[in-house]
Structures are given as structure tokens and as C-alpha cells.
């Protein structure tokens, strides 16, 4: 199956320092790519769409400018959160779609558990 | 507003049994339904997908129904194990153009041995 590979796994930075996460679509290119964010017992809510040569768009309420998405390739997507805060911390999750026939499955990288202190 | 709402409180059941979660929506009439589990601290895997015009689907253990009168899927796992335990997610594409999932908040299935 397709697979999505994301990093790091966690990281733990200090409060105003930038972080970058890598997703990467292992063996499928990806032209869009989701980012989402996971608070504890919570569900994924979208942050915004990686589009592969373009802008990202993200979703309302979230600082472009915070959180800034770089899609260079096909298989790679960046999230860098800018300005971390300890309210920043969350887990941070990719994904990449692979549409097959009428069907799109989503597949997800590993996650990130970022922790701002 | 469109709404996809699964049972927050988690399902404990004994292992061998049939566990059964559900995932009702509002305000959409999906083309399809995905379901996915997600182990703490993972990413979420995808298990299923129904279509609309599919009553039921079966993989494995696994069965699921779509009901879009009801606005409703049911998610079944027979004869349950512990490694059964996990988050189970029901998602919608709800943005059919940008291909992005909208996800319920999730059940989380606890299976005692």
C-alpha cells in the first residue's frame, strides 16, 4: 500500500523558536497534501491544504503566517510552525491522498507530537 | 452546518464478542464513508470505504453499513480481540474537489480478555 512518512515523531522546542515538520509520500506522488492538528480526545481537525506548486489554503481561524506550508515537490510537503507557544503544542498530523478508480483514500503519516516549553 | 457525530464515551466489550460503533452525519449526502483506526500517538489507518449505493460491506472481521436514509454507518467487528483496541474514526469527503476528509471525533474501543 501507499505509504507517508513524516518528521520527526516529537519535539520538544522552547517557546519562540521555529519548528519543521517533513511529509513525505514514499512511493506515490502527492499533489495535495492535508495538514491536520489533534488535541487530546479530540478528532483530526484540517488545518489547511499543501498544493503542490501553489499557495497553500487553509482552513478559517488558522494564521497562515503562523503556520507556514511549503509543497516544493511531489512528494514532499513542509509545515513549519513559526513563533511556537506552549498552546501550539499538539499532535500534527499529514496526509496525502491516492485516488483510486472513484475512490480516494487518505493516507496519513505517523504524526508529530510537538511540545513548546 | 454539516455534522458528523460518533459516540464519545468509549465501548468496552469482552474480547470474542461483536463490537459495534456508530457514525451518524448531518446536513450532507456523502458519495462514500471511510472509517480508520487510530492507535494512540499514530496516525490514523484507513480500513473501509462504502459507497452510497452499498448496503453493507464486509472485509475480515470487519462490517460495515451505510444507511443514507438514516444518515447513518455502523461499524462492526466480530469476534473482537484485544489488539482491537483502538480509536475507530468515521470520515466523510465532504470537499470533493479539494479531497479532504472531515473526520468524527471518534470511539475508542477498550476489548478485555
Known amino acids: 500500500g501507499a505509504v507517508v512518512s513524516q518528521h520527526p515523531s516529537w519535539v520538544i522546542c522552547k517557546s519562540g523558536t521555529s519548528v519543521k515538520i517533513e511529509c513525505r509520500s514514499l512511493d506515490f506522488q502527492a499533489t495535495t497534501m492535508f495538514w491536520y492538528r489533534q488535541f487530546p480526545k479530540q478528532s483530526l481537525m484540517l488545518m489547511a491544504t499543501?498544493?503542490?506548486?501553489?499557495?497553500?489554503?487553509?482552513e478559517q481561524g488558522v494564521e497562515k503566517d503562523k503556520f507556514l506550508i511549503n509543497h516544493a515537490s511531489l512528494t514532499l510537503s513542509t509545515l513549519t510552525v513559526t513563533s511556537a507557544h506552549p498552546e501550539d503544542s499538539s499532535f500534527y498530523i499529514c496526509s496525502a491522498p491516492l485516488s483510486r478508480g472513484r475512490n480516494t483514500e487518505a493516507f496519513f503519516g505517523q504524526g508529530t507530537r510537538l511540545t513548546v516549553v | 452546518s454539516q455534522k458528523i457525530e460518533q459516540n464519545s464515551e468509549a465501548l468496552n466489550i469482552q474480547e470474542g464478542k461483536t463490537a459495534t460503533l456508530t457514525c451518524n452525519y448531518t446536513?450532507?449526502?456523502?458519495?462514500?464513508l471511510q472509517w480508520y483506526r487510530q492507535d494512540p500517538g499514530r496516525g490514523p489507518v484507513f480500513l473501509l470505504l462504502?459507497?452510497?449505493?452499498?448496503k453493507e460491506k464486509r472485509k475480515e472481521r470487519l462490517k460495515v453499513t451505510f444507511d443514507t436514509t438514516l444518515k447513518q454507518s455502523l461499524f462492526h467487528i466480530t469476534a473482537s480481540q484485544p489488539a482491537d483496541s483502538a480509536t475507530y474514526l468515521c470520515a466523510l469527503l465532504m470537499d470533493t474537489g479539494r479531497r479532504a476528509l472531515t473526520f468524527g471525533s471518534g470511539t475508542r474501543l477498550q476489548v478485555q480478555p
Open positions: 462504502i459507497r452510497e449505493n452499498e
Open positions: 499543501s498544493n503542490e506548486g501553489s499557495k497553500a489554503t487553509y
Open positions: 446536513n450532507y449526502s456523502p458519495a462514500y
